[in-house]
């Protein structure tokens, strides 16, 4: 236990230290120092200080709380399902929610947030439903179920934006991630949800350590595993569905950072589930700062530098280790 409070302090010091660097970095130079005094409220209306609390800051937050999610996500799914190549996005979340968010695009709504957080939720349930067999879930019907969902769901998608082809653009784009349209209003919803999803997470964790082992073994200790099935997917579920929600399809981060985290702590959830929040805050913090700074004026979809960065990662890593 503290290895893993040790490996967490760490992570978060170091995500402070590397978020305060990234608010140096962008199209205008601005000094730390200018920086430090301007986060202590010191010149208010400036240029400088609106692109640091209007722009730079509310991204750098949401990547943090959008990477904490899919790092969530992808360790309660991996422990659930027993699985190290579980990611988030295998049942079909995301295509539910890019349905959404397309239907969204090219209806001309501007906030397309609800949308896509309904989309992916119908996703959810319908696989949920559709898995279920005499009051039990199946945990290998319901990942073939997520992902012939997810193909189907993706196909719909590339319909809509073939027959609205004006509106291509803007789905492909944001089908690849983007952090530029962030606000502190859904940063405060975001952070709540976050914070709450993690304490309901870390309540069960020993639980689901138990269940791990089989369902079996964990009903014979006491532990209802077709309540834990259900609580830990709706709660992956609901994650996934507010990250690519706020931020559209940024993948690789709920597959990579627990595989790579789980190295450090072990398979221990109370000790994992705080370790993957962070080091997927940092992981999509990096790719974020990289994604609008690499080709200035201009910027990349973050999703294409998490998928860069990602799969060579995962490759290594599943390598190393057999």
């Not at 409070?5 to 205008?28: E, H, K, N, P, T």
Request: charge should be positive; aromatic fraction near 8%; glycine fraction near 12%.
């Amino acid at each position: 236990m503290k290895k893993g409070i040790l490996i967490s302090l760490i992570m978060a010091g170091v995500l402070v230290i590397f978020a305060g660097v990234a608010l140096c970095f962008g199209s205008a130079k601005i000094s730390f120092m200018d920086i430090v005094s301007i986060l202590g409220g010191a010149g208010y209306g400036t240029p400088d200080y609106m692109i640091i609390t209007g722009l730079r800051l509310p991204r750098i937050i949401l990547a943090v709380i959008v990477g904490a999610m899919l790092g969530i996500s992808g360790a309660v799914l991996q422990s659930l399902f027993r699985n190290s190549l579980v990611d988030p996005f295998i049942t079909g979340i995301s295509s539910g929610a890019a349905l959404g968010a397309s239907i969204g695009i090219i209806s001309g709504l501007t906030f397309i947030i609800a949308p896509a957080f309904a989309g992916a939720m119908l996703a959810v349930f319908f696989v949920y439903g559709v898995s279920i067999k005499e009051g039990r879930v199946n945990s290998s019907r319901l990942l073939l179920t997520g992902v012939m969902t997810g193909t189907m769901l993706s196909s719909l998608v590339m319909l809509l934006s073939a027959v609205n082809s004006r509106d291509i653009v803007k789905v492909i784009y944001w089908l690849m991630g983007d952090l530029s349209a962030s606000d502190y209003t859904q940063i405060k919803f975001a952070a709540i949800l976050l914070i709450a999803a993690l304490g309901a997470a870390m309540f069960y964790a020993n639980d689901l350590n138990i269940m791990s082992s089989g369902e079996e073994t964990a009903s014979t200790l006491g532990v209802n595993a077709e309540f834990l099935k259900l609580f830990y997917f709706i709660l992956a579920s609901i994650l996934t569905a507010a990250a690519v929600s706020l931020s559209g399809v940024i993948g690789f981060i709920g597959l990579v950072v627990p595989h790579a985290v789980r190295k450090f702590t072990g398979p221990d959830l109370r000790l994992l589930l705080p370790a993957c929040a962070f080091s997927g805050a940092l992981f999509l913090l990096l790719c974020d700062t990289a994604a609008r700074t690499a080709f200035l004026p201009g910027e990349l979809p973050v999703g294409v530098i998490t998928g860069l960065i990602g799969a060579p990662v995962f490759i290594i890593l599943a390598r190393r280790g057999k």
